[in-house]
């Protein structure tokens, strides 16, 4: 898929965020990257072949209450 030279990383590599965008949708919310991977603003992926990455969430938040 990928025509860069070197090529972007596939989407079955651990580094696959890092490749190019295709087309970037801010205002919606999501990427897609020259590998084929939906990206989305919460980390979320969409694979090509229709996996489901989960969002990273960071485990290290602080609750304040008013």
Known sequence: MCQHQPPCPS???A???SARLVAHH???GWSLLCNGVVLF???GEL???GRV???QRSRDVTLTSA
Do not use: K
């Open 11 to 13: 989407a079955d590599s």
């Open 41 to 43: 603003e919460d980390t």
């Open 47 to 49: 694979l090509p072949d």
């Open 15 to 17: 580094d696959r965020e």
């Open 26 to 28: 801010p205002e919606q």
């Open 53 to 55: 990455i989960a969002p």
